[in-house]
């Protein structure tokens, strides 16, 4: 049980498993349940109200197949090339130093790949992420009037912008997600004009902040250990051991027995991922930062059916950009010890403050 949250908490890496697979429990507020939405943040709600993320099957299987039709293997391995080239050019780029490596490199990979992916241009990149950044922000646990604020003016926003975005795609299709799934709409598949704009705010806003995050944290635990081989492994490694999200909830559907505990509807678990992929029963030595492990599959990508549509596009971004990182710059090293943010919803770093020179 977790006091302060009053709800029961799954930490063992078997326990998270269990909770996240069980058909029993999902994600969707069960209607009796659902809280009154106050009007000024309607935009808000209307927008989640399509979201694959907060919906159960039949409309998250729906929603999920299409966006997995776009998001094959092929279109995700296809990238490789322009995610490597992008690397080399934010290199080429870096400022004088000491310089803020989230900002220079952690930030961009991300937020230019899924825009070129779904086909948005990228000099609006910028506005993206800060619509997307805002809009996050409402997971936080101390909301403030501004934050409701500044979301629901980046909502309006951004749907405007997708609502324009697709009207352009719908006349000259691209070679892109979204011209993808606007054909899928047109083959009768059902897919609403507002659940495609739903889709994209979606993969746009999922589809960076947890990689940026990742990466920060990832080269951190690189350069504090001495490690720069980055292999398959390192990179599950880098994810099991220092994760951007930690906890997601499940609401229970039908009485249901885990362990010792019994769970009525309408109740609430937390499935608390960070501490599963700590868990000395599924790893040895779990605290300690071993970029050549083996072991069960880390749990930082959640499990089920809501199980991330992006793990093969995040893992490879990973894999190249730190690839490239320590490839293009060897003597890669803090410019101060990092500090995390003081923020809920992502485990992450303030700022990432490196030097790349020839040490004096
Ligand atoms: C290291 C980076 C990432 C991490 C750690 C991460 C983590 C997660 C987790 C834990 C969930 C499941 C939440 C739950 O079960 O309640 C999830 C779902 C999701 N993620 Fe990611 N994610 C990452 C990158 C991405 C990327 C790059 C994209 C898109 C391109 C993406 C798109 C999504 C979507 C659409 C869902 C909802 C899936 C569904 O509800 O069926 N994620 N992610």
Known sequence: MWADYDMACAVSHKMVHAVLRDRRLGRECPPELAPEIPAHLQPFYDVEAHSMLELEAPRHTRLRALVLRAFTSRTIAALAPDIRALCHDLIDQFPDEPFDLLAHYAQPVPVVIISRLLGVPEERADDLLRWSNAMVAMY??????????????????????????????????????????????????????????????????????????????????????????????????????????????????????????????????????????????????????????????????????????????????LQIALEVLFER????????????????????????????????
């Open 140 to 317: 936080q646990a101390r909301r403030t009037a501004e934050i409701e604020a500044d979301a629901i003016a980046a909502t309006d926003a951004f749907v405007a912008f997708m609502r324009d975005y697709v009207a352009l795609r719908r006349k000259t299709p691209g070679d892109d997600l979204i011209s993808t799934l606007i054909a899928a709409e047109a083959d009768g598949q059902k897919l609403s004009e507002d659940e495609l704009i739903t889709t994209c705010i979606l993969l746009l806003n999922a589809g960076h902040e947890a990689t940026v995050h990742t990466l920060g944290n990832g080269t951190k635990a690189l350069l504090e250990h001495g490690a720069s081989q980055i292999t398959d492994a390192a990179v599950e490694e880098i994810i099991r051991y220092d994760p951007p999200l930690h906890m997601f909830t499940r609401w229970v559907y039908e009485d249901v027995t885990f362990g010792d505990h019994s769970f009525r509807r309408g109740d609430q678990i937390a499935c608390l991922l960070a501490a599963a992929n700590r868990d000395p029963l599924a790893y040895d030595q779990p605290e300690v930062f071993d970029p050549a492990r083996k072991g069960p599959q880390n749990t930082s990508f959640g499990g089920g059916i809501h199980f991330c549509v992006g793990a093969p596009l995040a893992r490879l971004e």
């Open 329 to 360: 710059c060897p003597n890669l090293r803090l410019a101060e010890t990092p500090q995390y943010g003081d923020v809920y919803h992502f485990h992450g770093l303030e700022r990432l403050l490196v030097s790349t020179s020839n040490q004096a």
